[in-house]
């Protein structure tokens, strides 16, 4: 099978598109506006991606003018960029793009489409309207849907999508691999008192900073530590955010490579994720779990919808009552990690079966319209 994967999300998608390089024939094209990839070019790209395609059979940058401001050129630009790649590497069997804005060019393809939805795009700050507009008439279109969440994938059988499957996120052989084994401690995190709890992420507004503070000051002797970029646009919720970061008991390291997270993970003697319960969060499914996973440390969520996936490994909680009750039961070793059970959820939860799942629905796809 042949594949093209047109994708704006640099992460989840990257992954899922480097298992399935392993199975079949990809051809990976990212999708970028030209001012983001001058940027990418400048910056160190190691920071914090999930996943790197440079093992698929072909990687290729597609600078766009911008699928949400400039749809009708860089639909031109897209379509070009698939006639040229169906010259160069056959037409493909299926087409996945990972985005809404991406449903114009997706009409003018003549292959089969798959849409991987990694996440409630409603939810973001773009036009709402248009957004789920284009949506509705991707998954219309597409053959195969795939969500990430389970709330997620009723709401697509409910708009009457084909062959929905629930894609979960996965995590990666090799980062399970490193969380294993015998990791130095980073020395920023070194000087860092212990105990300390770890937050791995995208720093944004989908955590709930009223509880992150409400913990960082009923627990001044434990350290709140943050790896990951911190973009959250907007001023207000950023200068909370830089609020809560000058107390003197939460630290943020900035962005790491990859392959050294293993290393802060196992580091640290708790890790949290601390998103907000809300409609946007339950329809998530949230990377940094999988991720925690790998290690044998304790690990605490906020009680969204798809925590109970995780379950028994995360200790879910509701508010700041239940988490301050959740942190010091942690703190104290409670309830013990079972690392046999926690190995076995990973070797069926790697981004190879990921890969393998989709294949199946694509391959039953194929066969069903031939």
């Known amino acids: 099978m042949r594949l093209f994967a047109y994708h704006e999300n640099p992460e989840s998608v990257a992954a899922l598109l480097n298992a399935l390089s392993r199975q079949v024939e990809v051809h990976a094209f990212r999708v970028v506006s030209p001012l983001w990839h001058l940027k990418q070019q400048r910056e160190d790209r190691g920071g914090f991606y999930w996943a790197d ?14 699928l949400r401001r400039f749809p009708g050129v860089s639909r031109w630009w897209l379509e070009r960029s698939y006639r040229s790649a169906v010259r160069r590497f056959g037409r493909p069997d299926f087409v996945l793009v990972d985005s809404p804005y991406l449903e114009p060019f997706a009409s003018a393809i003549d292959a089969p489409l798959a849409y991987v939805a990694t996440d409630a795009y409603r939810f973001y700050a773009w036009p709402v309207a248009r957004t789920a507009r284009l949506e509705r008439a991707l998954l219309a279109r597409a053959r195969a849907s795939f969500p990430v969440s389970e709330l997620l994938a009723e709401e697509f ?7 929905v499957t629930r894609l979960p996120n996965g995590v990666s052989g090799r980062f399970a691999e490193l969380a294993r084994g015998q990791l130095p401690v980073p020395l920023d995190l070194a000087t860092i008192a212990r105990p300390r709890v770890a937050v791995v992420g995208m720093i944004n507004g989908t955590y709930d900073w009223a509880l992150i503070e409400r913990l960082a000051e009923a627990r001044p002797e434990v350290s709140f530590v943050f790896i990951g970029p911190n973009r959250e646009p907007e001023v207000a919720l950023r200068a909370r955010i830089d609020a809560v970061f000058a107390r003197e008991n939460v630290y943020w390291l900035g962005s790491k490579p ?3 997270l293993p290393s802060y993970l196992n580091a640290s003697d708790v890790l949290l994720n601390p998103l907000t319960i809300n409609e946007h969060n339950d329809r998530r499914f949230p990377l940094r779990l999988c991720e925690y996973l790998a290690t044998n440390r304790l690990i605490l969520t906020t009680a969204i919808h798809e925590a109970k996936w995780f379950a028994p490994h995360v200790v879910p909680f509701g508010d700041a009552t239940s988490a301050l009750a959740a942190l ?12 046999v059970e926690r190995r076995a959820w990973l070797e069926a939860n790697t981004w190879d079966a990921r890969a393998s799942e989709v294949l199946s ?4 796809v194929a066969g069903n319209r031939a």
């Not at 629905?361 to 039953?364: C, D, I, K, P, Y």
């Open 53 to 66: 395609v440079a093992d698929a059979d072909h990687q290729t940058v597609v600078a766009v003018p911008g």
């Open 157 to 163: 059988e409910s708009a009457g999508a084909e062959a």
């Open 258 to 260: 990859r392959t050294d």
């Open 328 to 339: 010091d039961a942690a703190l104290g070793g409670e309830p013990a990690v079972d690392s």
């Open 361 to 364: 629905v694509l391959e039953a």
